[in-house]
């Protein structure tokens, strides 16, 4: 069974940056994308980033600019660089790998930006 563990959450001051991993238990053949999502108190979940298995990437629209999502493929990561943040950005950050015949989660890490 896979697991995916973020880490790298915690409290940042407005304008600074933090960077996420979220590290796979082992390697997860046939990905096809691998994302990260943000849920904040009272909001649906809300897409972030994606990296596919080419390596093309995408942004959420309230992030573009801002955050940069990478992977190591040799050590079964996936990062998130947040940069320029805002209390808007406080949320449960959560990653997110697809396969070909199922999607995996990690159980999140608390990302809070005081102002």
């Known amino acids: 069974q896979v697991q995916l563990v973020e880490s790298g959450g915690g409290l940042v001051q407005a304008g600074g940056s933090l960077r996420l991993s979220c590290t796979a238990s082992k390697r997860i053949l046939s990905i096809r994308s691998m994302n990260w999502y943000r849920q904040a108190p009272g909001n649906q979940r809300e897409f972030i980033a994606t990296i596919t298995s080419t390596g093309s990437t995408n942004y959420g629209d309230s992030v573009k600019g801002r955050f940069t999502i990478s992977r190591d493929n040799a050590e079964n990561t996936l990062y998130l660089q947040m940069t320029r943040l805002s209390s808007e950005d406080t949320a449960v950050y959560y990653c997110?790998?697809?396969?070909?015949?199922?999607?995996?989660w990690g159980q999140g890490t608390q990302v809070t930006v005081s102002t």
């Open positions: 997110n790998v697809v396969t070909l015949i199922r999607s995996y």
